[in-house]
């Protein structure tokens, strides 16, 4: 079974950069197409950025042109570039599959923009 792992969350003040990695235990992870999920406060999990094993990606409207999801298949590992954080970008923040069938979710990683 995968086992997922992100990192790199934090405090960040608002405009401020952050960088979100994702480890994959297992090497099917090169084969999947990847995603970036967020949750806030009361709020359902949502959609952040994908991409697929060809390296297309595509972005929710509220992050576009501020984050970059990119992939490292040698390391089954899965990034998130954030840029220009606002405070509305605050929640957790989860890897997983491109798919409506995830594999287990991670802890995730909280990233908090205030100042």
């Known amino acids: 079974q995968v086992q997922l792992v992100e990192s790199g969350g934090g405090l960040v003040q608002p405009g401020g950069p952050l960088s979100l990695s994702c480890a994959a235990s297992?090497?099917?992870?090169?084969?999947?197409?990847m995603a970036w999920y967020r949750q806030a406060p009361g709020r359902q999990r949502e959609l952040v950025a994908t991409?697929?094993?060809?390296?297309?990606?595509t972005y929710a409207d509220s992050v576009k042109g501020r984050f970059t999801i990119s992939r490292e298949n040698g390391k089954n590992t899965l990034y998130l570039q954030m840029n220009s954080l606002k405070p509305e970008d605050t929640a957790v923040y989860y890897c997983?599959?491109?798919?409506?069938?995830?594999?287990?979710w991670g802890q995730g990683t909280q990233v908090t923009v205030s100042s």
């Open positions: 297992g090497s099917i992870f090169r084969s999947m197409s």
């Open positions: 997983n599959v491109d798919s409506t069938y995830n594999w287990p």
């Open positions: 991409i697929t094993v060809g390296r297309s990606t």
